[in-house]
Each structure stands twice: as structure tokens, then as C-alpha cells.
């Protein structure tokens, strides 16, 4: 079925607000294709950016992508600094487009290990985009959950430290404040393509109560209208959080 008619399907009062995408498969599909890992990833950059779109049309309000993670330093130098510029080059190449299209960018993850001149960049392309009241697009980078909480658990400390604040206990509350995702609503729908079925470090705290959508799909094959099917099997499902 054609994907804008699909969209129509979908109940507009129960949109999951926050979607976590594990996007997985592109070395297998660069293989399955005999070419290069890296070709996997330009066309995932493709996959990434028809999601985007359809997460606009759908209306969800907070999109995260899982573009790399603090354990992806482990691979090959070569591939390492290919993802990073693509990343780069693809955030600078479609900013006037994200823009247009009402989307309020930023990356979240560890600035550690980045250079400062990325980290800079990154910062100043993603501000032009921060007045929009759209789709809020998060692009995990350098991100890793445990890091994530870590980082969280020493800046309560240094705050209890201080003096300055936080003299009570920590609450779940004061914890989802120091993290990166600080204000944005909780995840509600973790996709992950490929038929890997893990989490994978990816927001621990913040999928708590998600629901998990897996598919056999690599990820520069995932399309629009397997998105929406995702959404729409969510809209099928119970959500109790531990209630009855
Ligand atoms: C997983 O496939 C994919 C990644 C680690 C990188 C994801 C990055 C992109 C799709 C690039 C674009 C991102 C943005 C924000 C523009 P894999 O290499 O682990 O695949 P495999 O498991 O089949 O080897």
C-alpha cells in the first residue's frame, strides 16, 4: 500500500510521542550487495532521511537515531572517521531542509573523544534550528545509556557537593533532569532493523516502559510504510506500566 495512504490508518490522537531507531544492517546490506561497509552506511543516510520525512508527516514530536555509539570507536579507523564525516556531512548538507521543514535538531552523547572543533561545528549548525516547533530530531552521538547515567550521577554529585543544590534525595525526577534528554518525554516505540534484538546501551533509563518493534529489514532497506506499520502495531498494544 502506497505509505501516505497507510498514514491515514494511523489513530492521530495516539501517535507515540518519542521513537528510538537502532539502525542497524548497513555492513550486512553493503555485503549483501558486494560493495564497501561505507557504501552501506551513504545509503543509510538515504533510509534516515525518508524517516525523517514520514516522522514529520506522521506527526511524532521526538525522533532519536542511534548514529553512533561510545562502543562504535572499536571498529577500524578507517570506518571510525568515515562515520564521523558522514555524519557531519550529512547534518551540514541537510540543514536548510530540516529547517524548512520545522525540525529542531541536536545531538546528544559524550563530547569526549570528539574533536572541539566538531563538537563546534555540530553545535553551531544544529542552533539554527532551535526556534522550530516541529519534530524534535535527536541524533545520538557518541552516545552510550551507562556513559549517559554516569555523567548524570557526577554532576548530582558535584551539585550535592557544592552546596549549591540538591540537598534531598535523588529522585527518579532529579536523575531524568541531568541527562541528556533532559525535558523530552520518555521513550514510548524502540525500533531496531537487521533481526538484532538488544538494546544495545541505547536509553536505558528513557525506554523503561517502551514498547520493541524488531525487524528483519537492513536498515538502508527499512521504508516508509514499514515505519508506519510500526506505529500502527503500536497503537494495537496494552500499555499497563506495571498496572493492570
Ligand atoms: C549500523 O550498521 C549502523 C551504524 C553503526 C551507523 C549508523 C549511521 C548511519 C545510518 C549514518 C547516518 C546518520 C546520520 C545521523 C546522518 P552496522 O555497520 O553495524 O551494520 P552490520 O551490523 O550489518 O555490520
Not at 555492513?27 to 520525512?53: C, D, F, L, S
Not at 545509556?145 to 549549591?164: H, M, P, T, V, Y
Not at 529489514?217 to 510500526?230: G, M, N, Q, V
Amino acid at each position: 500500500m502506497n505509505y501516505k495512504k497507510l498514514i491515514n490508518e494511523l489513530d492521530k490522537s495516539k501517535i507515540p510521542r518519542h521513537i528510538a531507531i537502532i539502525m542497524d544492517g548497513n555492513g550486512r546490506w553493503a555485503k549483501k550487495h558486494k560493495t564497501k561497509r561505507i557504501n552501506g552506511h551513504k545509503e543509510g543516510v538515504k533510509a534516515v532521511r525518508r524517516i525523517v520525512e514520514t516522522a514529520v508527516e506522521a506527526g511524532v514530536e521526538y525522533l532519536t537515531i542511534y548514529a553512533f555509539s561510545t562502543e562504535n570507536w572499536g571498529r577500524t579507523k578507517t570506518e571510525v572517521s568515515y562515520l564521523l564525516k558522514l555524519i557531519m556531512d550529512s547534518l551540514v548538507k541537510e540543514i536548510d531542509e530540516l529547517i524548512k521543514n520545522n525540525v529542531n535538531i541536536r545531538f546528544i552523547g559524550s563530547r569526549e573523544k570528539l574533536d572541539e572543533s566538531y563538537n563546534k561545528r555540530v553545535m553551531e549548525t544544529c542552533k539554527k534550528s532551535w526556534k522550530n516547533t516541529g519534530l524534535h530530531l535527536n541524533v545520538a552521538m557518541n552516545y552510550g545509556g551507562r556513559k549517559e547515567l554516569l555523567d548524570a550521577f557526577n554532576e548530582i554529585l558535584a551539585d550535592a557537593r557544592s552546596g549549591s543544590k540538591l540537598d534531598g534525595e535523588i529522585t527518579e525526577k532529579i536523575v531524568s533532569d541531568y541527562l541528556y534528554t533532559a525535558g523530552m518525554p520518555e521513550v514510548d516505540l524502540v525500533i531496531r532493523t537487521s533481526g538484532e534484538e538488544r538494546l544495545s546501551n541505547f536509553l536505558i533509563w528513557q525506554s523503561a516502559y517502551a514498547e520493541f518493534w524488531f525487524t528483519q529489514t537492513l536498515w538502508p532497506d527499512f521504508s516508509r510504510e514499514e515505519f508506519i506499520r510500526a506505529m500502527l502495531d503500536f497503537q494495537q498494544r496494552k500499555r499497563r506500566f506495571g498496572t493492570r
